[in-house]
C-alpha cells in the first residue's frame, strides 16, 4: 500500500512538471509580455533592459528551471493586468470557487445518487423514464445559457436569488466565506445549479448504471436468498458496493468543476479563480494563466491521490481498479 | 430513459436459456436479418429511440442540405440586409421582407442561420468525435496488445490528460494557436483548432474501453491462433478485436457528438469559438443570448431550441445504444 | 405415506421473450422427503437452477412461474405475498449458489454477512448471534474461526469461502437446503470436501437437500434419489443406485457416461450425437426424440409422461408403455395415471 | 487600455499657444456654474451601487494613464484641474493657473488652501511638485503627458511653479488626470515611484491610498468591490452620495440583470440593445449624451500591394475605391441598427465639441451603391477583390458589429471583406506596427483641438508624430501645415488653417468615418447623473430626487 502511494506521488510529481512544461511554454506563445507591459512611448532600449530584467533572453532550460523554481515556492510573478502578485490573487480568489465548486458538487452528489438509486431500483416506472430523459437537458444546454436563464427567471423576473457576486462575505482569517450570512448563501444558489447540474446528470446516470450491474451480482442474488430484507439487500449491500467506482469518479469530477466554474463564474460574476482566469486569458495576463493552470493540475493531482485513498479505505480487497477511472 | 421491454430478457442471466440470436436467416436475405436482429429490435420498440431518431436524422439532413433548403445564405455578406436586422418572426421587417423566424442583429435570417449554423456544429462534432476516435482507438489497441512500458507510457499520459478538462484543454489549444498562428489565418484555422481541441480532449475515453477490451481478447484463443500462425498484429487487431469493442465505441462516440456539439457552443461564449462570419449554432446562441433583456428573443430562443433538439436527441440515442447493447462502461 | 417436506407439482417456468414465451420448466414434478437428498441432474439450460430459483422464489422477471404448485411441508409457497416468502428465504429454505467467489459481498466481513443473517431470522442479539457465527464456521470447518470470522471474503480461499457460503446457507437452520452446482466452480481436490462438509451440515441437522449439479459422479456419491432433467422436463426419476444401475431413459443411460465406476464396461459409455435443443425449438412429441438412439413414430407425435416403474422409478418414455403403439385416448389416461403415481 | 491612452495625450505638450487671460475666465465661469451645482445638495446619508464592465487596474495615482482607473481615482485623488461636462477646465486643487508674465516657458498654480488628505497632512505646494515629478518619472504611465516639464519648483507653500521646455500653452489640458499625492505618505510607505513590473513587486500604493478626494477608499478587492465611504473633512461641499460600492461585471446580460433585479443602482456601460428595454422597465432610467470619441475605419492607402488583397495592387490607393466605399456604407443603417439609434452618424472623424469641427464636414450623403459600383468598375475592380478587416470586439460599443455590418455592405459592391475580430490586446498593435490594411479605430480627443487628430492620425509616422496613422498616408505639406499648427498664436488663423488641414483630410478620404459615439447610463429611478463626455463620471454630482 505504502509502495502504490509512493508510486502515485511520483507520477503525480511527473504529471506536475509535465502541465508546468505547458504553463511555462505559455509564456513564449502567448505573445509577448512586454508589449503588454509597456506603453508606446517605451522605446526599443527601454524594452530590452526590461527583457533583461525579466530574464526573457536567457536560454529555454534556464527560464523553466527558474519558472519550476518559483512555481515551488509558490511564486508567480506580478500579474501584468493587477500589478498584484499572483499567488495571493490566486488564494484570495481559491476560496469563492472552492465554495462553490463544493457546494455545487455535493449538490450534484447528493440528488445524483439519490436519483440514481431511485432510477435504478424501479427502472420501469414512468417516473424513473421521465428523470432519466428530463436529465438529459442538463447535458444538452450549454452551461453558460443555462446559467443566463436562471439569471434570468430567478434573479430578474421572480426577484427570489441574486444575479452575480457572493452577497456579504465574512473574513475566517484569509479566507473569506459567503458561508455564513444569508446573502452569501442566497448568492451561491444559482451558480452551484448552474455548475452541479452537469455533473448531477453524470454521476446519477453512473449511479444507476452502476447499481443496476450490482443488482445482478450473485452476492445480491445470494443476499435474497439468506431472505435479507429489500432495505438491507438495496441500500446496505448493494448500494455500499455501487459507491466504490461512483466516488472513484465523482472525486475526479471535482477536479473538472473547478475547470468549469470558469464559464459559471464568468456568467455570474462570481469572484473566483476561473473568472481570474478568462479575464487573463483575454488580456494576455500570462502569469496568472501559469498560476491556474498549475493550480488545477495540483488540485487534480491531490484529489486523485485522495481518491484513491479513500478507495483503500472503502474497497477492502485494496483492489485499486484504474480503469473504474472512466471519466 | 424508458428501457427496451425486453432488455433484460434471460439474456442477461447465466442461468436462463439465450433468445437472442436464434433466427437462422438465410444469409442472402441479410437485410430481414438486420431488421429482426435484436438492435433494430428494440429500435424499433423503442418510442424514445425512435423520436430522437427521427429528430437527429431529419436536423442532421436539414444541415446538409443548408444550402437547398436555406432562404438565404448567411455567410455571404452580399446577401445581408442590415435594415432588416431585428425583425420578428412573420413580421415584415422595414423593407418589408418577412423571415420565418425572423433575423438577427445583422439581418441574417435566423432560419438559414441556423440551419448553417448547425452545419458548422455538426461538422466541427462529427471530426471532433472522429478525430478522437481514431486517436483513442489506436492507442487503446496498441497499449492492450502490446502492453508493457508502451502500455504504461500511454496510460500515463491519460492520466496527464484527464488533468486537463475539457475546457480548460482547449482554451489552452487556443491560447497556443493564436500566438502561433498568424493573424490572417486565425479566423479559417479557428474551427480546426477547435476541433483539435475538442477531439484532443476526449480521446481518454476510447483508448480506455479499447485498451481493456483488447487485454481480455488477446489472451482469447482465436487471436492467440492467430498469432501463432503469424498474422500480423495489425490484421489481428483490427480483423479480430475491433469488431468487438465497436459497441462500447459507437456509444461513447454517439454522446460524445453531443458533448463536443455543446463544447463548441460553449467555447464560442468564451470567445473562442468559430469566426462570427460563419457562425455555428454556439456562436448564434452567443450571440442571441446578449438580446435576452432586449426583446428580441427569437436571436437566442430558436438557435438554442435547435442546439438543445439535436443534443438532446443524439444524447438519448447514445442512450438508447448503451442499453441496448448493454456495455459495461459509463 | 407420510407428507413430504418438499411437494412440486406440475411445475412451469415461462420466460416472455420477443420471439414467443420459452417454457424454461415445462410441468415438472417432484417431492422431496424429511432428510433426504434429492439429486438433480441435467445439461446446463436444461433447468436444475431454474427450479431452485423456482422453490426459492427468486426467479428474475420477467421469468415468471406460469403454473403447477410448490408446497413446503404442506404450506403452498409459490404464491405467497412477497414478504412471507423472504421470511421463508434462508429460515426454511437455505441455498447455496454456484459460485463461492461471487456469492459473498466483498465489501462485508464474513462475521457481518453471517451475523446480518442469522439476526434476519432469529431472534437475536449481536453477541449471541456472533458466537453462534463462530461455532457454525467451525462445524463447516473454517480453522480458527473465531479470529478468521472478521476476515473479508477475498481473505479466504475457494473452498473455504464455499464453506463460508454453507455456514450461512444453514445460518438459520433451514429445512430444505437447496444446493445450486455447489462444486463445479471449484478446485477438483476441495470438491469432494466440500460435498462431505454439507453432507453431514445438513444430516446433522436433519435438513434436505436438493442438490443441483450436473455431475452424475456426485449424485452418486451424495443423493438418496436423483431426478433427470432434460429441456425443461422430468427424464426419469428415482433411487440413485437404481438409476445407476440400469437407466431406463435412452438420455439417461447417455447421461451415466458420466460416472467412472469399475463396475461398468467400456460399452456402456454412451456418446449421444447433437445437443439439448433450444427452448424455442423444442420438437413435437417427445424432448430428446431428435437424438434418441431408440426413437420411433409415437416419440414424434405424442409427448410421454413419466411413467411409474415401480419402487420409485418414473420414467418419461413410451419404450416403457405397455399400451405400445396406443391411441390418443390411452395416452390420456396414461397422463391422469401418471400424475397420482 | 493603457498604451493606447497614453498616446491619445502624450502629443499635446508640444502645442501652439492660448491667451492665458482667457484661459482664467473660462475656469473662472466654470468654476462659478460648478460651485452653484454642488451647492445644490442634500446630506442625508445615500449609498450608490456603481456597476461598470472592468476595474480599475490599480489604484496607483500615475502607474496606468486609462479611462477606468482614472474614473474611479477621481472619486479619490485629485488633480490640479478638472473637466467640467462641457469640456471645459475648472479648479480643483489648484485655484488658479496661468502663464508666467515674465517666462513664458513656466506655468503658475495657486494651490487651495486648507486641503486635508484622509490621512490628516495638509496639501501644500511641496506634496504637488512631489507627485507632478512623480508622474513625470518612468515607470509612470502618465511620464508622457509631461514630458515637456523641465523642473518642478514651489515658491512659497502655496505655489507652484513648472518649468517647460518651451512655450507649453496647452500643458494645463494635460493635468485633469494627473493626481496629487501626500509627499510624506508616499515617502512612509516606499512609494517614490509609481509600479513597477520588472521589479517584480507590488508597491503600497497599488491597494492603499491617501488621496484629497471627496471619498475615502474604504475596502477594496480587486475585479470584485470596491467600496468608498465620504471624506468629511474635504474642501467642497459634501456630496449627496456617501458612500459608493463599486463593483465590476463582465458579462453584458449579467450587468442588465444586476440593475433590473435592484442590486445595483447605476450602470455605466449599457449594452446599446438594452437601452430601449431599460428605458421601458419602470424604476429604470437612461441618459444619454455624446463621448468625446469617434468611431471610423481607415486604410493602407499608401502602399505598393496589400498583404491580404486578391490583387496585387492596392485597390485603397485608388480615390474611386474609396469614394465607393464612402458611397457604399449606410450610416443611418448602423445607427438605426446597429447602434440601436444611440450615435452620431457623421462623416468627420471628431466630435463636434472638437474645435475645428463643422458642419459642412459633418454632413453626409445617401449610399449610392450603383454609384460606387460604377466608381469600383472605373477602378478597374468589376470583379471586386477581397482584403482582410481588422477590428476589436471588446473596445468600442458594438464595435464587431459595425465591421459586421461595413463588410456586408461593401459585400454589395462587390468588395469580398474577410473580417477578422479579436480582442483589443490584439488589435491595436496591428495599426502601430503596419501589420494592417483595414481596421475600425475610435479617437477620443482630450485636448478638444483638431490638432491632436492631425498628429496622431494624419501627420506621417515619425518622431512623436503619426504613431496611429495606419493610412500610411504621407503629405509633406500637409505635414508642414500641422506642424505649424503647433506654433500660430493668431487664433482665427490657426483656426482657418484647421480648415484647410482639414478640407485636404476629407478630400483624401483618409478616413471612412461612421459615427460619433454616444454614451449611456442607465440607473435607479430618482438618481441625477449626466453622462461625462469621457466617460469619467463623478459620484460628487449624483443628486437624488
Excluded at chain 2, 437472442?20 to 433494430?40: E, F, H, I, K, M
Excluded at chain 2, 459497441?247 to 468559430?274: C, D, K, Q, R
Excluded at chain 3, 429460515?91 to 447455496?96: A, D, F, P, Q, S
Aim: aromatic share 8%.
Amino acid at each position: 500500500m505504502l509502495a502504490y502511494i509512493l508510486r502515485r506521488i511520483l507520477q503525480s510529481v511527473i504529471v506536475m512538471l509535465v502541465v508546468a512544461l505547458v504553463a511555462f511554454s505559455l509564456f513564449r506563445f502567448v505573445g509577448d509580455p512586454v508589449s503588454t507591459l509597456v506603453g508606446q512611448e517605451v522605446t526599443i532600449a527601454e524594452r530590452e533592459t526590461l527583457r533583461d530584467q525579466l530574464g526573457l533572453n536567457d536560454p529555454f532550460p534556464m527560464q523553466f528551471a527558474s519558472f519550476i523554481a518559483r512555481a515551488a515556492q509558490a511564486d508567480f510573478g506580478i500579474s501584468y493586468r493587477l500589478q498584484q502578485p499572483v499567488m495571493e490573487l490566486i488564494l484570495a480568489r481559491l476560496p469563492a470557487t472552492l465554495e462553490l465548486a463544493l457546494v455545487s458538487g455535493l449538490f450534484a452528489f447528493f440528488f445524483g445518487v439519490t436519483l440514481g438509486v431511485y432510477t435504478a431500483l424501479n427502472r420501469r416506472g414512468w417516473t424513473s423514464s421521465a428523470i432519466m430523459t428530463v436529465s438529459l437537458i442538463g447535458v444538452s444546454l450549454p452551461t453558460f445559457l443555462i446559467g443566463v436563464l436562471l439569471i434570468w427567471v430567478f434573479a430578474v423576473e421572480l426577484q427570489w436569488l441574486p444575479s452575480f457576486g457572493r452577497g456579504e462575505v465574512v473574513d475566517l482569517g484569509w479566507w473569506r466565506t459567503g458561508l455564513l450570512t444569508p446573502s452569501g448563501r442566497a448568492s451561491l444558489v444559482l451558480p452551484a445549479i448552474t455548475l452541479g447540474l452537469y455533473q448531477l446528470t453524470l454521476i446519477m446516470r453512473l449511479v444507476r448504471a452502476e447499481m443496476l450491474e450490482v443488482l445482478r451480482a450473485d452476492y445480491i442474488k445470494f443476499a435474497r436468498a439468506r431472505g435479507l430484507s429489500n432495505r438491507a439487500v438495496h441500500f446496505s449491500h448493494a448500494l455500499k458496493n455501487t459507491m466504490v467506482p461512483v466516488i472513484t469518479i465523482t472525486g475526479l469530477q471535482l477536479g473538472s468543476i473547478i475547470a468549469f466554474s470558469i464559464i459559471t463564474e464568468t456568467v455570474f460574476q462570481w469572484p473566483g479563480v476561473g473568472a481570474l482566469f478568462i479575464n487573463s486569458v483575454r488580456t494576455v495576463d500570462v502569469p496568472v494563466m501559469a498560476a491556474y493552470l498549475m493550480l488545477i493540475a495540483l488540485i487534480f493531482v491531490v484529489i486523485n491521490l485522495i481518491v484513491d485513498l479513500l478507495y483503500f479505505a472503502i474497497d477492502p480487497r485494496l483492489r485499486i481498479d484504474r480503469s473504474a477511472v472512466r471519466h | 430513459m424508458p428501457r427496451p421491454g425486453h432488455s433484460d430478457a434471460p439474456s442477461d442471466q447465466a442461468t436462463a436459456p439465450q433468445p437472442s440470436g436464434t433466427t437462422q436467416a438465410r444469409p442472402q436475405d441479410t437485410l430481414r436479418r438486420a431488421w429482426d436482429s435484436d438492435l433494430a429490435y428494440s429500435f424499433r420498440t423503442s418510442p424514445v429511440a425512435l423520436v430522437s431518431g427521427v429528430v437527429a436524422l431529419l436536423i442532421i439532413l436539414a444541415a446538409v442540405l443548408a444550402p437547398w433548403l436555406a432562404p438565404q445564405n448567411p455567410y455571404s455578406t452580399r446577401d445581408l440586409i442590415l435594415m432588416d436586422g431585428f425583425t420578428a418572426p412573420m413580421q415584415p421587417s422595414l423593407l418589408g421582407n418577412v423571415y420565418l423566424l425572423g433575423t438577427d442583429d445583422q439581418g441574417r435570417d435566423v432560419l438559414s442561420a441556423i440551419l448553417y449554423g448547425a452545419r458548422i456544429s455538426l461538422f466541427v462534432g462529427f471530426s471532433a468525435v472522429l478525430f478522437a476516435m481514431v486517436l483513442g482507438i489506436t492507442l487503446g489497441l496498441v497499449a492492450g496488445y502490446r502492453g508493457g512500458w508502451v502500455d504504461g507510457l500511454l496510460m500515463r499520459i491519460a492520466d496527464v490528460q484527464l488533468t486537463f478538462p475539457s475546457i480548460l484543454l482547449a482554451l489552452l489549444i487556443f491560447g497556443i494557436a493564436r500566438g502561433m498562428i498568424p493573424p490572417a489565418y486565425r479566423e479559417t484555422m479557428a474551427i480546426w483548432v477547435l476541433i483539435v481541441a475538442i477531439g484532443l480532449s476526449d480521446w481518454v475515453q476510447y483508448a480506455r474501453v479499447v485498451r481493456g477490451a483488447t487485454m481480455v481478447e488477446k489472451n482469447k484463443e482465436y487471436v492467440q491462433a492467430a498469432r501463432v500462425i503469424g498474422v500480423h498484429p495489425a490484421r489481428i487487431l483490427t480483423r479480430h478485436i475491433l469488431p468487438n469493442v465497436m459497441g462500447p465505441v459507437l456509444v461513447i462516440g454517439t454522446i460524445g457528438l453531443a458533448l463536443a456539439i455543446i463544447a463548441e457552443a460553449t467555447l464560442s461564449f468564451l470567445g473562442v469559438g468559430v469566426p462570427p462570419t460563419t457562425p455555428s449554432l454556439g456562436t448564434l446562441i452567443r450571440n442571441g443570448q446578449s438580446y435576452l433583456f432586449s426583446g428580441e428573443w427569437w436571436i437566442l430562443a430558436f438557435p438554442a431550441a435547435a442546439l438543445l433538439a439535436l443534443a438532446l436527441s443524439v444524447n438519448l440515442l447514445g442512450d438508447w445504444l448503451r442499453d441496448a447493447l448493454n456495455p459495461r462502461l459509463r | 405415506m407420510t407428507e413430504p417436506l418438499l411437494s412440486v407439482r406440475d411445475l412451469v417456468v415461462e420466460f416472455p421473450t420477443r420471439r414467443g414465451t420459452l417454457r424454461a420448466l415445462d410441468r415438472v414434478s417432484f417431492d422431496i422427503e424429511e432428510g433426504e437428498v434429492l439429486g438433480m441432474v441435467g445439461e446446463s439450460g436444461a433447468g436444475k437452477s431454474i427450479t431452485g430459483a423456482a422453490i426459492i422464489g427468486l426467479i428474475e422477471p420477467p421469468g415468471r412461474i406460469a403454473g403447477g404448485e410448490i408446497w413446503l411441508r404442506g404450506e403452498r409457497i409459490d404464491t405467497l405475498p412477497p414478504e412471507r416468502m423472504r421470511r421463508i428465504r434462508g429460515k426454511r429454505i437455505g441455498m447455496v449458489f454456484q459460485d463461492p467467489l461471487t456469492s459473498l459481498n466483498p465489501l462485508f466481513t464474513v462475521a457481518e454477512q453471517i451475523i446480518e443473517t442469522i439476526r434476519t431470522h432469529l431472534d437475536m442479539g449481536e453477541r449471541e448471534a456472533r458466537e453462534r457465527a463462530i461455532a457454525l464456521l467451525d462445524q463447516v470447518g473454517i480453522p480458527a474461526a473465531r479470529r478468521r470470522i472478521d476476515d473479508y471474503p477475498h481473505h479466504f480461499s475457494g473452498g473455504m469461502r464455499q464453506r463460508v457460503v454453507i455456514a450461512l446457507a444453514l445460518a438459520a437452520e433451514p429445512e430444505l437446503v437447496i444446493a445450486d452446482e455447489p462444486t463445479t466452480a471449484l478446485d477438483v481436490s476441495v470438491q469432494a470436501q466440500i460435498i462431505d462438509v454439507l453432507k453431514e451440515m445438513c444430516a446433522s441437522r436433519g435438513a434436505s437437500v436438493l442438490l443441483i449439479t450436473h455431475d452424475m459422479g456426485v449424485i452418486a456419491e451424495t443423493a438418496d434419489r436423483v431426478a433427470v432433467l432434460y429441456a425443461g422436463r422430468m427424464a426419469e426419476i428415482g433411487h440413485v443406485q437404481g438409476v445407476i444401475q440400469n437407466a431406463e431413459h435412452p438420455y439417461t443411460r447417455g447421461l451415466m457416461g458420466s460416472i467412472p465406476t469399475l463396475t461398468q464396461s467400456a460399452d456402456r459409455l454412451v456418446q449421444i450425437p447433437g445437443a439439448m435443443p433450444r427452448l424455442n425449438a423444442i420438437p413435437d412429441g417427445c424432448a430428446f426424440n431428435p437424438r434418441c438412439p431408440q426413437v420411433f413414430n409415437r416419440c414424434r407425435v405424442e409427448r410421454p409422461e413419466l411413467l411409474d416403474r415401480g419402487n420409485g422409478r418414473r420414467v418419461a418414455c413410451w419404450l416403457y408403455d405397455e399400451a405400445g403403439v396406443s391411441g390418443p385416448g390411452e395416452t390420456a389416461g396414461e397422463r391422469t395415471g401418471s400424475q397420482d403415481g | 487600455m493603457a498604451g493606447f491612452d497614453n498616446r491619445e495625450i502624450s502629443m499635446s505638450v508640444a502645442s501652439h499657444f492660448f491667451a492665458p487671460t482667457r484661459l482664467r475666465t473660462a475656469s473662472l465661469m466654470a468654476g462659478a456654474a460648478l460651485a452653484l451645482v454642488l451647492s445644490s445638495v442634500s446630506v442625508d446619508a445615500e449609498t450608490l451601487r456603481w456597476a461598470r464592465v472592468g476595474d480599475a487596474l490599480t489604484l496607483d495615482p500615475h502607474a496606468q494613464n486609462e479611462g477606468p482607473t482614472h474614473t474611479l481615482n477621481h472619486h479619490i485623488y485629485e488633480t490640479l484641474v478638472g473637466r467640467a461636462i462641457d469640456g471645459s477646465l475648472v479648479p480643483r486643487l489648484a485655484t488658479d493657473w496661468y502663464i508666467d508674465e515674465a517666462d513664458d516657458t513656466v506655468w503658475v498654480f495657486e494651490i487651495r488652501q486648507g486641503v486635508t488628505f484622509h490621512e490628516g497632512q495638509q496639501l501644500t505646494a511641496e506634496d504637488v511638485a512631489f507627485s507632478l515629478d512623480r508622474a513625470r518619472t518612468t515607470p509612470s504611465g502618465m511620464a508622457a503627458l509631461h514630458a515637456a516639464v523641465q523642473e518642478v519648483t514651489t515658491d512659497g507653500d502655496y505655489t507652484v511653479r513648472v518649468r517647460m521646455a518651451g512655450p507649453a500653452p496647452l500643458y494645463v489640458q494635460n493635468l485633469t488626470n494627473t493626481f496629487i499625492m501626500s509627499r510624506e505618505w508616499a515617502e512612509q510607505n516606499a512609494v517614490e515611484t509609481s509600479q513597477n513590473f520588472a521589479a517584480g513587486e507590488e508597491n503600497y500604493a497599488v491597494r492603499n491610498t491617501n488621496g484629497t478626494g471627496p471619498y475615502r477608499m474604504v475596502e477594496r478587492d480587486p475585479e470584485v468591490r470596491t467600496v468608498l465611504r465620504v471624506f468629511e473633512d474635504h474642501w467642497d461641499d459634501a456630496p449627496e452620495v456617501t458612500e459608493i460600492i463599486y463593483t465590476p461585471i463582465t458579462e453584458a446580460a449579467t450587468r442588465v440583470a444586476a440593475l433590473l433585479s435592484g442590486e445595483v443602482d447605476l450602470v455605466q456601460d449599457v449594452p446599446v440593445q438594452d437601452i430601449a428595454r431599460l428605458e421601458q422597465t419602470d424604476g429604470v432610467r437612461v441618459v444619454r449624451g455624446p463621448e468625446n470619441r469617434n468611431i471610423f475605419f481607415s486604410y493602407d492607402m499608401t502602399s505598393e500591394q496589400l498583404a491580404s488583397a486578391s490583387v496585387d495592387d492596392n485597390p485603397f490607393a485608388k480615390p474611386e475605391v474609396r469614394e465607393a466605399m464612402a458611397l457604399a456604407i449606410d450610416r443611418d443603417a448602423i445607427r438605426q441598427v446597429v447602434m440601436r439609434g444611440e450615435s452620431q452618424p457623421s462623416a468627420a472623424p471628431l466630435p463636434p465639441f472638437v474645435n475645428g469641427w463643422t458642419e459642412e464636414m459633418h454632413a453626409y450623403g445617401a449610399p449610392d451603391q450603383d454609384r460606387a459600383r460604377a466608381l469600383m468598375a472605373e477602378a478597374g475592380y468589376e470583379s471586386g477583390f477581397s482584403v482582410d478587416l481588422h477590428c476589436p470586439n471588446d473596445r468600442y460599443l458594438n464595435d464587431e458589429g459595425i465591421c459586421l455590418a461595413l463588410v456586408g455592405m461593401l459585400g454589395q459592391i462587390g468588395m469580398d471583406v474577410n473580417l477578422v475580430s479579436q480582442s483589443r490586446t490584439l488589435h491595436f498593435p496591428l495599426i502601430e506596427n503596419w501589420e494592417t490594411d483595414f481596421y475600425l479605430l475610435g479617437w477620443g480627443v482630450p485636448t478638444f483641438d483638431s490638432q491632436y487628430v492631425f498628429d496622431f492620425l494624419v501627420h506621417s509616422r515619425g518622431g512623436a508624430y503619426g504613431a496611429f496613422n495606419g493610412s500610411r498616408y504621407s503629405n509633406p505639406e500637409l505635414d508642414a501645415k500641422i506642424e505649424a499648427l503647433a506654433t500660430m498664436t493668431d487664433l482665427d488663423a490657426r483656426d482657418a488653417l484647421i480648415a484647410e488641414i482639414w478640407d485636404e483630410v476629407m478630400e483624401e478620404r483618409i478616413f471612412l468615418n461612421v459615427h460619433n459615439q454616444v454614451l449611456a447610463y442607465a440607473m435607479r429611478d430618482g438618481i441625477n447623473l449626466a453622462v461625462h463626455p469621457e466617460n469619467q463620471p463623478r459620484m460628487t454630482e449624483v443628486s437624488f430626487d
